[in-house]
Each structure stands twice: as structure tokens, then as C-alpha cells.
């Protein structure tokens, strides 16, 4: 079965810098485009970021474009999230989410259990 | 840029009636590229339905979703306990890419 399992989160300073990390297993990982989405308490998830399946094509929200970038590794089964000069308004869950398709952004079949980030002052 | 409403924010409903929850687009939804996901306290989302009317894997057939265009309907037809949950919708293949709405809490009446 499909599985997710993010990891990398924490507390950081405003203006820090977190790299978060998913491992997927249960599913052939290279034909797969894959999201982060995050949501912060109590409001509605919010999409962060896609890779494509072969890395080739990347889209991020207008929000944190020039401070996040999203890779991943196939040899490795896993899709990162850099994130660098972090604000207050980045914390919440961090959820890793498989998208049905190659590349460009569909819906989420699957996500992972999340992590959370925590930026402080 | 897509904003998507959720209408009512809170349901109120007893186990066996009906639920119908809304989802209004402030443009048009392209080919329907719409979904909708259930989530549960401490629990990610769950898909229920993509392409605005079908059924995702596993999802029981109590769930339908409807709608083109600006105006999209999840319906559940008969609450089951473990159906109170929030419900977001998901709009994408729009600008932005991909956007939620604020979601609509069923809960028990």
C-alpha cells in the first residue's frame, strides 16, 4: 500500500531555514508527480508546491517562490522541501501528497500523516 | 484567481438524514478539475471525489459529487457516524494551479 512519511520538521527562527524530507514506498515512485501541502491550525490545507515526476518541471505558490525549493531524489524514493528565510505565516502542518498523474498539479490520492514546522520570533 | 466558497460553514445533521454541501468558484472550474476531500480530527485529508463526480478508490457510494462550472455539490446520502468530519473542496488545472476552499464542518446534531 501506499505510504508517506514526512520528517525534518521543528521550531526555527523567524528567518531561518528547515529542509524537510519525505520517503514513499508502496508504489513506483519515478511516475509520480509529488506536492507539499501545508495547513496551518484550524484553517484549510493550502498547496505549497509540485515537482514532476522527473524532476524537470517544478511550480510553487506566489508566496514562498524564491524561498522554497522542492527536489527529489527516485533513486532514493524520496521529495524534499527546502525552505529558507522562514516567517511567522509558514508554520503549520507540512503534509507530503502524491499526485495521480505525471505533472502538472491534479489532486492528492494520497498524503502522508504531516510535520510540523513552527516559526517563532 | 480562483477563490472557491464553501457554503454553510457548519452542518448540523443526525445520523441517516441527508447532506448537501456546497462549493461556488469565482470563475469557472476548467473540465471540472474539481475534488473534494474529507478530514478527520488529527488525520490528513482524504480523497472522495475528483473530476467533480467521481469516486475515488474505496470511497462508498452514500458520496456524489455534482456540478460544473461555478457551482459544485457533494452529497452524502445518508450520514453515516463516522461521516462527521470537515470537508474541503479543491479546485485545480486553474490560476492558481491549485486552491482549497475554507471547508464545511458536518457535525452531529
Known amino acids: 500500500q501506499v505510504h508517506l512519511v514526512e520528517s525534518g520538521g521543528g521550531v526555527v527562527q523567524t528567518g531561518g531555514s528547515l529542509r524537510l524530507s519525505c520517503g514513499a514506498s508502496g508504489f513506483i515512485f519515478s511516475s509520480y508527480a509529488m506536492h507539499w501541502v501545508r495547513q496551518a491550525p484550524g484553517k484549510g490545507p493550502e498547496w505549497v508546491a509540485v515537482?514532476?515526476?522527473?524532476?524537470?518541471?517544478?511550480f510553487y505558490t506566489d508566496s514562498v517562490k524564491g524561498r522554497f525549493t522542492i527536489s527529489r531524489e527516485n533513486s532514493e524514493n524520496t521529495v524534499s522541501l527546502q525552505m529558507n528565510s522562514l516567517r511567522a505565516e509558514d508554520s503549520g502542518l507540512y503534509y507530503c501528497a502524491r499526485d495521480p498523474t505525471q505533472g502538472m498539479p491534479d489532486y492528492f490520492d494520497y498524503w502522508g500523516q504531516g510535520i510540523l514546522v513552527t516559526v517563532s520570533s | 484567481e480562483i477563490v472557491l466558497t464553501q457554503s454553510p460553514g457548519t452542518l448540523s445533521l443526525s445520523p441517516g438524514e441527508r447532506a448537501s454541501l456546497s462549493c461556488r468558484a469565482s470563475q469557472s472550474v476548467r473540465s471540472s478539475y474539481l475534488a473534494w476531500y474529507q478530514q478527520k480530527p488529527g488525520q490528513a485529508p482524504r480523497l472522495l471525489i475528483y473530476?467533480?463526480?467521481t469516486r475515488a478508490t474505496g470511497i462508498p457510494e452514500r458520496f456524489s459529487g455534482s456540478g460544473s462550472g461555478r457551482d459544485f455539490t457533494l452529497t452524502i446520502s445518508r450520514l453515516e457516524p463516522e461521516d462527521f468530519a470537515v470537508y474541503y473542496c479543491q479546485q485545480y488545472g486553474g490560476s492558481p494551479l491549485v486552491t482549497f476552499g475554507p471547508g464545511t464542518k458536518v457535525d452531529i446534531k
Open positions: 473530476g467533480a463526480s
Open positions: 515537482i514532476s515526476h522527473d524532476a524537470k518541471v517544478k
